[in-house]
C-alpha cells in the first residue's frame, strides 16, 4: 500500500505515509535541546556585561526568536529530513462537510443552556476560590516578600 509515495514496515506490518530517516530523531533532540539551552542563555545575557544596556535588553527580550532562528539555520546547514509542520495552502475547516459557524442547539434541547449555568457558575467560585487561596499562601509573612 502506498500513500503520498512512502510506505516502510515494521514487525511485518505496513505502516502507509511512514518512512524510516536516519538520525532524524537524534537531530530533533539536539535542536530542541539547542532552542531550548540557548533561549534560557540569551535570557540571562540582560545581566551581562558585553554590550550597551539597551542592546542586552533586547538580546534579551527577543531571546526566544533568536533561538529558534539559529536553530533553524543549523537544521538547513545539516540536510538531515527533519519532520517539519505541513500547513495547507488554503485556510478553510478541517471537514468539508461543517462551515466556520457551528450550531449552538445541534440536536440539543433548547434548556441545555439554562441548565448549564449551574456548572459554569461552579467552576468560577472554584476558579476564583484557587486564585485566592493561592495567594493568601503565597503572601504570608514567612515568605519575606518585598513590595
Not at 500547513?87 to 445541534?106: A, D, H, L, Q, Y
Request: glycine fraction near 6%; aromatic fraction near 14%; hydrophobic fraction near 55%.
Amino acid at each position: 500500500m502506498m500513500v503520498n509515495g512512502s510506505l516502510s514496515a515494521v514487525a511485518g506490518q505496513e505502516a502507509p505515509g511512514c518512512h524510516f530517516v536516519p538520525n532524524a530523531f537524534f537531530m530533533s533532540l539536539l535542536l530542541f535541546f539547542g532552542t531550548y539551552l540557548i533561549a534560557m542563555y540569551l535570557k540571562r545575557f540582560k545581566n551581562e556585561r558585553f554590550f550597551p544596556t539597551i542592546v542586552r535588553s533586547y538580546i534579551s527580550d527577543f531571546a526566544v526568536i533568536i533561538a529558534i532562528l539559529l536553530m533553524v539555520v543549523v537544521d538547513i546547514l545539516f540536510a538531515i529530513e527533519t519532520p517539519k509542520l505541513e500547513v495547507p495552502r488554503e485556510f478553510k475547516p478541517t471537514w468539508s462537510g461543517r462551515g466556520w459557524v457551528i450550531p449552538p442547539f445541534n440536536g440539543n434541547p433548547w434548556y441545555t443552556a439554562l441548565l448549564a449555568v449551574i456548572p459554569a457558575f461552579l467552576g468560577s467560585i472554584l476558579i476564583f476560590m484557587d486564585q485566592q487561596i493561592t495567594a493568601v499562601i503565597v503572601n504570608r509573612k514567612e515568605h519575606l516578600l518585598k513590595k
